[in-house]
């Protein structure tokens, strides 16, 4: 007993207990150890220091760390909620639970907002949506016309602006998704529902390690 609480854990910095994490999102004290594991070994892929890099959240998502990517750009911005320039663990799991199957509809919705609003103004102008348009078309690979992209672009505006103030604000986004929910399908991440199962080896580190005398 004596040798296990002389035992010191090195913890990543920022590190938060499981069991606040879990109270404040959708995983469980036992997700929330797995998703420490995950975030040790993603805080460590480039520069091992603890923290998640920009470059190390792009390699994470898309395999490539030297392409400029919007996208990743936008979801490290977001995740990063102190702006210092890295994700710390807390943040990592507050963020990610966003994407859980079971986390609210409407924190969804306002995480694909506030991914659109590149330049926080509180509104989703005609220019941002037609970037994140281009650069999401890009990440899945698929490549259409200039004309194409401005019939999306105009065709999600005259939809989703009903004020027809050349902007889409906060109100209008959520009622424009409701309508069009496969906006958002790409806000929710089903393995993050059994990250236990998805990550078995990491569970079962951690065990080991905690009972070692």
């Not at 470059?55 to 919007?70: G, S, V, Y």
């Not at 102190?82 to 994700?87: A, E, F, L, M, S």
Request: hydrophobic share 40%; glycine share 4%; proline share 3%.
């Amino acid at each position: 007993m004596g040798c296990f609480s002389s035992k010191t854990t090195k913890y990543t910095p920022g590190y938060e207990e499981p069991t606040v994490l879990a109270s404040e999102t959708s995983f469980t004290v036992s997700e929330v150890e797995a998703l420490y594991e995950l975030f040790k070994k993603l805080s460590s892929s480039i520069i091992d220091d603890g923290l998640i890099h920009k470059e190390e959240l792009q390699f994470a998502l898309f395999r490539n760390r030297n392409t400029k990517n919007l996208f990743a750009d936008r979801i490290f911005d977001l995740f990063d909620v102190k702006r210092n320039g890295v994700i710390e663990f807390g943040e990592f799991v507050r963020s990610l639970s966003i994407f859980h199957p079971d986390a609210p509809l409407s924190d969804k919705i306002d995480f694909a907002f506030r991914l659109y609003d590149l330049r926080q103004t509180g509104y989703i102008e005609r220019e941002e949506l037609k970037e994140m348009v281009v650069a999401l078309l890009h990440e899945s690979d698929l490549i259409l016309s200039e004309d194409y992209i401005e019939l999306i672009v105009d065709k999600t505006y005259t939809d989703a602006d009903t004020k027809g103030d050349g902007r889409i604000d906060q109100e209008e986004w959520k009622e424009f998704v409701w309508k069009n929910p496969s906006l958002i399908k790409n806000m929710t991440l089903p393995y993050l529902k059994d990250i236990t199962l998805a990550f078995p080896s990491f569970v079962l580190k951690s065990e080991v390690e905690d009972s070692e005398m």
